[in-house]
Nanobody, 125 residues
Framework: QVQLVESGGGLVQTGGSLRLSCAGS????????LGWFRQSPGKEREFVAG????????IYADSVKGRFTISRDNAKTTVYLQMNSLKPEDTAVYYC??????????????????WGQGTQVTVSS
């Protein structure tokens, strides 16, 4: 089992940058694929980015590809989401999640077992 706590959200202008962090508890942190998801009011939670347990593989939603970068530091049991060139449509609560199934890196939220509480990102126009 792993517990996840996000931080780094806030208010930023269009074109700005933010870096989200998600700290995980437990020595088993490296045994999980990790993902970032987001949810805005009235919409379903959607996949943003994922990174394999080793950090060698990652995947992105088309809407953020080229602007967001996911990374992880297993020694610090932390996963990051660097967000650049932010747009108003990026406004959402951002969640990190852990997937214990170490097969193909998944975009499906149903594949993720553990979730953080979320951090709000607001991009003003």
């Amino acid at each position: 089992q792993v517990q996840l706590v996000e931080s780094g959200g806030g208010l930023v202008q269009t074109g700005g940058s933010l870096r989200l962090s998600c700290a995980g508890s437990g020595r088993s942190f490296r045994n999980y694929h990790l993902g970032w998801f987001r949810q805005s009011p009235g919409k379903e939670r959607e996949f943003v980015a994922g990174i394999s347990w080793s950090g060698f593989s990652n995947i992105y939603a088309d809407s953020v590809k080229g602007r967001f970068t996911i990374s992880r530091d297993n020694a610090k049991t932390t996963v990051y989401l660097q967000m650049n060139s932010l747009k108003p449509e990026d406004t959402a609560v951002y969640y990190c999640a852990a997937n214990s199934r170490l097969g193909v890196l998944s975009r499906a939220k149903s594949e993720y077992d553990y979730w953080g509480q979320g951090t709000q990102v607001t991009v003003s126009s």
